[in-house]
């Protein structure tokens, strides 16, 4: 099918796109344009903000999508406490004018399918253990918020017969597809690799690093993205998780990281913060309706593929 990826450019926007693409897919990403990064060999680009709803209607319009892939977001919890209606705008909004995009082609279309990007943020710090889909929301950030709007959205049109829908919920998304990994400064590995190629004079972890969460490939990610657009049916919308299944410690990633690079990590330590101590993926429904295996979850397949990736061992 003709695939629309919103946020096409980004870290895990690439991914889908190089995924769709080998797999016969033909691919259009949607971005505001980013000067440093082009779409893989293959894919095509058109340049458009979410937040500009004639301009997304008119590519929806044109482009005759069968499957649309929504990936545009901010995603900083922390930022949004500083600028609220900016994540509300981009998340919430921006979903809205694609939905209204998608509405308005309907007539020239046939029912499309939509694969919208959450985040398992939702779940909040209230549970622990295996997060199973069936929990209610509990956002504790405006980004958490924007995303459960969103979720909402979907759902609702999705229930009208238009679409078919499946939400996709990731936990900590890592590793890297392409020679592009994630930098971003408020995750734990790429403060790893800062450390290690000193940028940063060291780690900081919470206590003694006991705190677990659940790390999967971008790759992964971007295979169940392929296959939840073909498991779309029409007038229903599912949530899937998407993890590893497996909880990796904060301590565990930084001896992990010391292995994999061959270099050593300084750390420090400061007092233990009231935080959830486990937070991994239930991912069984992602095994049963979508025929999903994480390949490239294990840790050091993670880390070591960041690693390769990472910006400053490959200058451009």
Sequence with gaps: MHVLVTGGLGFLGRAVGRELLATGHRVTVMSRGRGDR??????ELVTGDIR???????IVQEGGYGGVVHLAALTSGRDSFADPLSYFD????????????????????????????????????????????????????????????A??????????????????????????????????????IPNV???????????????????????VHVADVATAVRLALVA??????????????????????????????????VVYRQPPKPEPPNLIADISRARTVLGWTPARSKLSDILGDAWEAWPLLNPQ
Excluded at 159 to 175: C, D, S, Y
């Design 52 to 58: 500009d709803r004639a301009r997304v209607a008119e």
């Design 38 to 43: 082009n779409p893989p060999p293959g894919v």
């Design 193 to 215: 690799f800062r450390a290690i190629t000193g940028q940063l004079d060291h780690v900081t972890l919470n206590g003694d690093g006991s705190a677990v969460r659940d790390f």
């Design 151 to 188: 979720e909402h959205m979907v759902a609702a049109y999705a229930a009208t017969g238009a679409i078919g829908a499946i939400t996709v919920r990731p936990f900590n998304i890592a590793g890297a597809v392409d020679g592009v990994t994630d930098t971003d400064r408020a995750r734990i």
């Design 232 to 265: 779309c049916t029409p007038g229903v919308c599912r949530t899937i998780n998407l993890g590893s299944g497996v909880g990796t410690s904060m301590a565990t990633v930084v001896a992990t990281a010391e292995q994999v690079t061959g270099r050593p990590v």
């Design 90 to 149: 981009v998340n919430a909004t921006g979903t809205l004018n694609l939905l209204m995009a998608m509405d308005a082609a309907r007539s020239t279309t046939a029912p499309a399918a939509l694969v919208f990007a959450s985040t398992n943020i939702v779940y909040g710090s209230q549970h622990h253990g295996a997060l199973s889909e069936d929990l209610d929301p509990h956002p504790e950030s405006p980004y958490a918020a924007s995303k459960v709007a």
